[in-house]
């Protein structure tokens, strides 16, 4: 299995309230993603890194921020999380682009009240 | 924009019978395509990679087709046990990310 940990695994907050889930890698992949997974929409790309400090939006960005300052760690933040990003957010890595195989994480289960 | 769509959207199937899933996409302009599994409340677990110019791979009991030209893959399973039952997730790489289809539950019983 590709060294991947997500955390938190679950987390319930309230709506207004800053979030952080955290991408940990240890096969130094280049590229790094963040995808949500919501009944009826399947798994949506929310942001993509291809570097340190390098990151591009997907295709449900708003509302949501990345960083990226070691090749190990991609982070997400909700900067005030809304009932809608009720949903399990999954990070997954790939050594490169096009032709490359994605490896995900386990996911974290997010919650908004 | 690249879509995905995978049929049946379920399946139930008795244990030992060959099964098809099937994914069509509508760009036919992919880098490669990539069947998973996903067990429930579990992440993605890669099956099979195949690459826009490979027609087909094979791990095991599974067989995945690729016939870019027409947008279409296909995931072969041989014998199927009810240790396949799962969802199976077909996702397209026409740059740099993946685009999924919506899978198919599958269901062998004993």
């Known amino acids: 299995d590709a060294g991947i940990t997500q955390s938190p695994r679950h987390k319930v907050t309230e709506t207004g309230t800053p979030v952080t889930l955290r991408c940990h890698q240890t096969e130094n992949h280049r590229y790094m993603y963040w995808y949500r997974q919501d009944p009826g929409h399947g798994l949506r790309l929310i942001h993509y890194s291809y570097g340190v400090k390098d990151t591009d939006k997907g295709e449900v960005s708003d509302g949501y921020s990345v960083s990226r300052s070691k090749t190990e760690d991609f982070l997400l933040t909700l900067e005030s999380a809304t009932s809608s990003q009720t949903s399990v957010y999954f990070c997954a890595i790939s050594e490169s682009t096009g032709s490359g195989e994605l490896f995900f994480g386990e996911g974290s289960r997010l919650t908004v009240l | 924009k690249q879509e995905v769509t995978q049929i049946p959207a379920a399946l139930s199937v008795p244990e030992g019978e060959n099964l098809v899933l099937n994914c069509s996409f509508t760009d036919s302009a992919i880098y490669n395509l990539q069947w998973f599994r996903q067990d429930p409340g579990k992440g993605l677990t890669s099956l099979l990679l195949?690459?826009?110019?490979?027609r087909e791979q094979t791990s095991g009991r599974l067989n995945a087709s690729l016939d870019k030209s027409s947008g279409r893959s296909t995931l072969y399973i041989a014998a199927s046990q009810p240790g396949d039952s799962a969802t199976y997730l077909c996702?397209?790489?026409?740059?740099?990310?993946?685009?999924f289809g919506k899978g198919t539950s599958l269901l062998v019983t004993p």
């Open positions: 996702a397209v790489n026409s740059g740099y990310a993946l685009n």
């Open positions: 195949i690459q826009s110019s490979q």
